[in-house]
């Protein structure tokens, strides 16, 4: 039988490893920007827990990039629902708007430093952008970052339900098609 037209069952682990990255990067993000507001304005530490979100946002679309790049280079499995059913249709919409969201989040964090005229570098680097902005310029984007970071976390959590929903309501072993695989030894 020829097996290479046949559709894995289960994620290759770059797939897992970089979705297992971006998860644990979005979390991060959201909770050093939800914590900014404990440290005083000015300070340090305020401006580093920044930095740091921003670093992580920088991260988190480089690493959806190559998501994007492995989407339509790489086999997946195919869906568990029924081709045109309402919950295919349901999940590949969530995923899309997972999806948009995981770019347009840090490219709207980018714009702010932009349209502040701050200066931007990713992991140190300096990136060759620069603008003469203002502070009203950016507080107009930061809004659309900020919606962009409650529709993220909306979408998050209704993931995660789904997840749970096919692990303990329908138990279809959709979860198991992006866990890391355990050593079978």
Partial sequence: MNTKNLSPTRYNGLAISLHWLSAILVIGAILLIETKGWFLKGSELRDA??????????????????????????????????????EQRLGASAHGLLYLLLLALPLSGVMILIAAGNPVS???????????????????????????????????????????????????????????QRDKT
């Fill in 49 to 86: 827990v920044r930095s740091w979100h921003f670093q992580l946002g920088a991260i988190v679309l480089l690493a959806t990039a190559v998501r994007v790049l492995w989407m339509f280079a790489g086999r997946r499995p195919e869906p568990i629902a029924a081709k045109g059913s309402l």
């Fill in 122 to 180: 990713l992991l140190g680097w300096p990136l060759p952008v620069s603008l003469d902005g203002t502070k009203e310029a950016a507080k107009s984007v930061k809004k659309i970052h900020e919606l962009f970071g409650n529709a993220m976390i909306a979408v998050i959590v209704l993931h995660l339900v789904a997840a749970l929903w096919h692990q303990f309501v329908r138990k279809d072993g959709l979860m198991q098609r992006m866990l890391p």
